[in-house]
């Protein structure tokens, strides 16, 4: 029996050292909800990339991010559209800037002014007199096809220009 208490209740060194490790794995702190909740779910969840819901909240926020994108990418072509119509109004007011640019050089001189008025305004320099002759045959218009269209004068050309600015 002295022998049996040397070696112990269950017989021998080998099984002094398993008990030992029982009786400290028993005294250790054991583990944690958290732990064991987590070990748990990993073991069930391996097979899985992500939750359904998950994929859901991803899908969402794609699209209000394409949404958001697309909007702006529209302000822009709209914009890009209204500038190249005012540029064409800018070209055209400058062609009509030009028009009246050198209209105003051409009634700086005085004879053309003087050719003007008796031209279009049927005047007269004091001691002249006027003659305007009814019924005679119409001049050859400048257009064959259509007689009625007259090309308007320097002061018409210039009175339009004028009103088309306002």
């Given at each position: 029996m002295?022998?049996?208490?040397?070696?112990?209740?269950g017989g021998g060194v080998?099984?002094?050292?398993?008990?030992?490790?029982?009786?400290?794995?028993?005294?250790?702190?054991?583990?944690?909800?958290?732990?064991?909740?987590?070990?748990?779910?990993?073991?069930h969840r391996r097979g899985r990339i992500m939750s359904p819901w998950l994929a859901v909240v991803l899908v969402v926020i794609v699209a209000l991010g394409v949404?958001?994108?697309?909007?702006p990418f529209n302000d822009l072509q709209d914009v890009r559209r209204e500038h190249a119509e005012m540029e064409a109004q800018v070209a055209l007011l400058e062609q009509e800037?030009?028009?009246?640019?050198?209209?105003?050089?051409?009634?700086?001189r005085d004879s053309y002014v003087e050719a003007l008025a008796r031209s279009e305004?049927?005047?007269?320099?004091?001691?002249?007199?006027?003659?305007?002759?009814?019924?005679?045959?119409?001049?050859?218009?400048?257009?064959?096809?259509?007689?009625?269209?007259?090309?308007p004068g320097p002061l018409e050309k210039l009175l339009d220009s004028l009103r088309s600015l306002y």
């Open positions: 002295a022998a049996d208490k040397k070696r112990g209740a080998a099984a002094d050292k398993t008990r030992r490790r029982r009786q400290t794995a028993r005294t250790a702190a054991p583990p944690s909800p958290v732990t064991r909740a987590s070990a748990k779910r990993g073991s949404y958001g994108s697309v909007k800037n030009a028009a009246v640019i050198s209209q105003i050089g051409l009634l700086e305004l049927n005047l007269a320099r004091p001691g002249e007199d006027v003659y305007i002759v009814t019924g005679a045959p119409e001049t050859a218009s400048p257009s064959a096809e259509d007689p009625s269209a007259e090309e």
